[in-house]
């Protein structure tokens, strides 16, 4: 779901936070309108609003892990993990963890790619949470969700801050809840770092 | 200097280097590799790490966290929120979206390249460097290059390991720049 639809409509926050974010059109290739977040790390109080939702609404949730995806989520995932008191545990591309990993291939429009976790990072009935930049089509998430399941965690939650609208009305990935906090913008009229 | 150092038995930094990992032979044989994994989870030794470099730093006016990736992204972004300053991802070639520039660097075998956006950082910034383990200091010192060409300022570089053999700490005094790191890399393979 919508972060402005879970409460926080009109919170002013949420503009602050979409306004911060600028678009590259064209990239990686044609036709993408790529959703930079590095505009919003310039933005120190829209960074800090950004983890201060997403820790005001998992803080009293019991979670005792969260997922980082790599590598943006690496950047969202630890200081709301500092802040609620869990771990952190990254999900990375292949060969890059040291010791022992599971890993959870998934699908690309060309090909495949995969995601590992450390074997013993994460224990049977831990409560998890994973943590993305964006969600497009849900598949890296999903691979995500399946790593941590595999373990015998219970996933409860993926955050992104960004959404975009092919996820719009499906808000469970493999029956795991999403929650965005804002969509993406079509074009920047103006965009000055 | 090393937080350890100066005779300081801060109970902080123990417990840290007990929560790091050592790794034998990767990514190759010979190479004991010094893993942060298992300090991320412990969330206190994660917050004193933290924390520790907040300590140092946070009466430096620093305007600038520059993290490289992949872990300089894990231990920047909660550096820079706590003391107010922009976190500017140090990339890989072709990840960064935007208008970028790039150093260039030497590896064992060959080079490696780091970007940076245009217009993230300006002149007159005061910078930080974080990664989470300094070697050679041949990845921190393109990124202090980065930093340089457009003229910010680059007060140091921060990061939680240091391999004293490999003399990164002395290749940085030879450019002017301080280091501060927690640790010293470890050798024994430790079991977790």
């Not at chain 1, 994973?130 to 965690?153: M, Q």
């Not at chain 2, 991320?40 to 520059?66: C, G, M, Q, R, W």
Request: some cysteine; overall charge negative.
């Amino acid at each position: 779901m919508f972060a402005e639809e879970n409460g926080l409509h009109g919170d002013p926050r949420i503009k602050a936070i979409s306004d911060a974010i600028r678009v590259v059109p064209h990239f990686p290739k044609p036709g993408i309108m790529f959703q930079d977040i590095t505009t919003l790390l310039l933005d120190q109080k829209a960074f800090k609003y950004t983890v201060d939702i997403f820790v005001d609404r998992y803080r009293d949730k019991k979670i005792s892990v969260v997922a980082g995806v790599e590598a943006r989520g690496f950047i969202f995932g630890p200081p709301i993990a500092l802040a609620i008191g869990a771990k952190f545990v990254p999900l990375r591309k292949p060969k890059k963890l040291p010791g022992e990993v599971i890993s959870e291939s998934y699908v690309l429009e060309y090909g495949t790619d995969c995601l590992e976790m450390h074997v013993g990072a994460v224990q049977p009935g831990e409560s998890v949470l994973i943590v993305d930049d964006l969600v497009a089509t849900g598949g890296t998430l999903s691979a995500a969700i399946r790593l941590l399941e595999r373990v015998g965690a219970e996933v409860i939650e993926c955050a992104c801050v960004i959404g975009l609208p092919q996820v719009k009305g499906n808000w469970r990935l493999n029956g795991v809840p999403l929650y965005v906090l804002v969509e993406p913008r079509l074009t920047d009229l103006e965009c000055s770092l | 200097m090393s937080a350890g150092e100066n005779g300081d038995s801060d109970g902080r930094i123990k417990g840290i280097k007990s929560a790091l990992r050592v790794v034998p032979n990767f990514p190759k044989p010979g190479i004991m590799f010094q893993d942060i994994t298992t300090l991320l989870l412990d969330p206190k030794a994660f917050k004193d790490t933290i924390d520790l470099f907040v300590e140092h730093y946070k009466h430096e006016n620093i305007s600038v966290i520059a993290g490289i990736e992949a872990r300089g992204f894990i231990f920047g972004p909660p550096i820079a929120l706590a003391i107010g300053a922009k976190f500017v991802p140090l990339r890989k070639p072709k990840k960064l979206p935007g208008e970028v520039i790039s150093e260039k660097y030497i590896l064992e075998y060959g080079s490696d390249c780091l970007e940076m956006h245009v217009g993230a950082v300006k002149s007159g910034d005061r910078a930080l460097v974080v990664d989470d383990l300094i070697a050679t200091g041949g990845t921190i010192c393109a990124a202090i290059n980065l930093l340089e060409r457009v003229e910010a300022e680059v007060v140091g570089c921060a990061c939680v390991i240091e391999v004293p053999e490999l003399k990164g700490r002395e290749r940085l005094r030879s450019h002017g720049k301080e280091l501060y790191v927690l640790v010293e890399s470890q050798f024994e393979p430790t079991t977790q």
